[in-house]
């Protein structure tokens, strides 16, 4: 029954400004398969997953990477690819990728996947093979606390003013327009941009610079909750280490910045609100050591997700699907 299964995650209802999250479906019996509970894992995401934001599948067994895709699959959707990137993956079989691969030692802060664009995956889920040493948690935090934490003349300012994410690619400083686009045609770069609104220009030195006007905050197709939403805080250059804000500022200037984010109209944001930004996110956030295994299923807008930084070997992969329906 599924009610066997909610006691065993010890699920408790709470009120909308206090989401338990993650709900943690726990397997009935250790390495039971997860098509042996297909149908019930499928109740419960429908029943829990709007209203936690994530679920912690933990104890059941996925068969390594091929059989976390087809676990994604079961959803009904069909996987993303991840285009138009912002950090460097690696496309694992079919359409999983590792998560982002930057150096143990560095903190990812908590974002929405691609709120930095005007498409993103609604649907987002993390399997973990091996657990890192210590640290290599994937903080989460709800969207919905961390608009409702916002200080209101904030919240509005950006809502109504708008994000513009300024990205120029290469030059060893970021991702190639190559890797970015998973290609290497420039008609094919220019005909996605067109298609998805963002300004770009080819640089004298043949390199890539885009523009796009996107959402701050966003209101959930489904549940029509107003989220905050965007990547303002992680694309700006006061997310950069002063020494290292400074050296690539003096070398390349600020225009040539691998990226950075302005108001929609060009002016700048304040460093006191992206201030304000960071301590909310870091007062909402929830982090659960991970453990081999586990899957974690997140509704995409409903909540973010980050990395801790961690030691030894760790490897979590990830897969994407159900586009945002067109705003």
Request: proline share 5%; aromatic share 10%; hydrophobic share 40%.
């Amino acid at each position: 029954m599924v009610t066997d299964l909610l006691s065993r995650a010890g699920h408790s209802t709470v009120e909308a400004s206090s989401h338990t999250l993650p709900f943690i479906l726990q397997a009935p019996v250790s390495g039971d398969s997860w098509q042996r509970h297909a149908e019930l894992i499928r109740q419960v995401v429908e029943s829990e997953l709007l209203c936690a934001g994530g679920i912690l599948f933990r104890g059941f067994a996925f068969d390594g990477e091929q059989g976390f895709e087809r676990f994604a699959r079961s959803f009904g959707h069909e996987l993303l690819t991840y285009d138009y990137a912002s950090t460097p993956r690696t496309q694992l079989n079919g359409r999983v990728y590792t998560s982002t691969e930057y150096p143990a030692h560095q903190i990812i802060p908590l974002h929405n996947e691609q709120s930095y664009s005007l498409n993103w995956p609604m649907k987002i889920w993390f399997h973990c093979v091996q657990a890192a040493q210590a640290g290599g948690e994937t903080p989460i935090a709800d969207s919905r606390l961390v608009y409702q934490r916002l200080d209101p003349q904030v919240r509005q300012r950006f809502a109504e003013k708008r994000l513009m994410y300024v990205r120029n690619y290469g030059n060893g400083l970021d991702l190639t327009w190559q890797q970015a686009f998973s290609t290497e045609d420039k008609a094919e770069v220019e005909r996605f941009c067109r298609l998805g609104g963002i300004d770009f220009e080819w640089k004298d030195d043949g390199e890539l610079r885009t523009r796009q006007v996107c959402q701050a905050v966003a209101r959930h197709p489904v549940t029509e909750e107003w989220l905050w939403f965007n990547q303002a805080h992680l694309f700006h250059v006061s997310n950069l280490a002063p020494q290292l804000r400074e050296t690539l500022i003096s070398i390349v200037g600020e225009e040539h910045l691998p990226r950075n984010v302005y108001y929609g109209d060009g002016s700048p944001l304040e460093l006191e609100a992206l201030a304000h930004i960071r301590e909310v996110l870091q007062g909402t956030q929830i982090a659960f050591p991970w453990q081999a295994g586990d899957v974690l299923m997140l509704d995409n807008m409903l909540v973010a997700h980050g990395r801790a930084a961690f030691q030894g070997a760790r490897k979590v992969v990830v897969a994407m699907a159900e586009p945002a329906p067109a705003s």
